[in-house]
């Protein structure tokens, strides 16, 4: 569903040059649902508004299904936005009308499409829990009804792609385990693609994969160990090793990020020492000559 292959973004202004994403690769599977973690600047939203058509890559390979977001025109992108790509934001208020009901809300992005169709539209609310709801403006709903309705909104074009920008980020943890139930449930019945950005490690018991960035590279990988276990927010305790192995990941040229906490232990900075003994690779902090370990 998603391959970037050496993934570029460059920002570039009069004064200043930001390499936001330096040769990124990651693969998503067609129905997965995974999430990407990452200290702040560290690329992943940058790589969501990729996908999510906001934002043009600057070099290398990025496809979404049978698109190519790099060569991709503006007409295909506003096709792409509309028919294959939904959204979810953090901030409601650019999720929302504020004048309209959430069933209103949901109907619009299907009158720019150019056919409404309200039965859906109900349907949707309905899958998030708003049946009662949706008559209602958006001053009468909280804050966690308002993200449930723009997961609605995110839907309301029959999407294969799902994007989620820290969307349990403003809710309480009883809100936040509803949120990831009602992912879980929408990927597992209609198999639509999900890709998660947060910085809330407990939501990583919710998804198969969780893939960290850092300095605008794949840096680890964890994979649920038991598929089958599913754990709320409220019932994560402890690591997310705990829950899920985990792996580095190597591109192309066999390069890799050794996690940052292994080279703190070993006290490695700049250059390491690697040796391989015929069944393993062994990296440590390099010696000088008389023996003492260099710093």
């Known amino acids: 569903m998603i391959l970037c292959d050496g993934l570029v973004k460059i ?9 936001a994403l330096q040769g990124l690769n990651i693969q998503v599977e067609p129905g997965e649902m995974m999430a990407i973690i990452g200290n702040s600047g560290s690329g992943k939203s940058t790589l969501l508004n990729i996908l999510g058509g906001l934002d043009r890559p600057s070099a290398g390979q990025v496809r979404v299904g049978e698109w190519d977001l790099l060569k991709i025109t ?15 934001w953090q901030n409601n208020a ?34 998030v829990g708003l049946k009662e709801r ?10 966690g009804e308002q993200q449930r309705v723009a997961i609605a909104i995110s839907l309301c074009n029959r999407p ?14 009883e809100t936040s385990d509803r949120i ?17 950005v947060t910085h809330d490690m407990s939501l990583a018991s919710s998804v198969d994969r969780v893939v960290a960035i850092r300095d605008g590279m794949t840096s680890t990988e964890f994979v649920k160990r ?13 690591s997310i090793r705990d829950v899920h192995e985990e792996y580095v990941v190597l591109d192309r040229a066999g390069r890799l990020q050794v996690p940052k906490a292994y080279l703190e232990e070993l006290g490695i900075s700049g250059k390491a020492s690697m040796e391989f003994d015929g069944e393993k690779i062994i990296i440590r902090a390099p010696r000088q000559l008389d023996g003492t ?3």
Do not use: C
Not at 134 to 143: A, E, I, R, V, Y
Not at 180 to 196: A, K, Q
Not at 226 to 238: I, M
């Open 11 to 19: 920002y570039k202004s009069e004064e200043v040059e930001v390499v």
């Open 74 to 88: 503006d007409e295909q992108l506003v096709e792409y936005k509309r028919k294959t790509v939904g959204f979810i």
């Open 94 to 127: 650019r999720n929302l009308l504020p004048y309209l009901t959430a069933l209103e809300n949901v109907e619009m992005p299907m009158m720019l499409s150019g056919k409404v169709d309200r039965a859906y539209a109900k349907q949707l609310l309905e899958w």
């Open 134 to 143: 949706m008559h209602n403006k958006l001053q009468q709903l909280s804050g």
């Open 160 to 173: 294969s792609l799902l994007l989620a920008d820290e969307p349990t980020g403003s809710v309480d943890s």
């Open 180 to 196: 990831m139930s009602i992912f879980r449930r929408l990927n597992r019945e209609i198999g639509i693609t999900i890709v998660i």
């Open 226 to 238: 038991n598929p089958n276990l599913d754990l709320s927010a409220a019932e994560f305790h402890g």
């Open 293 to 295: 370990t260099l710093k």
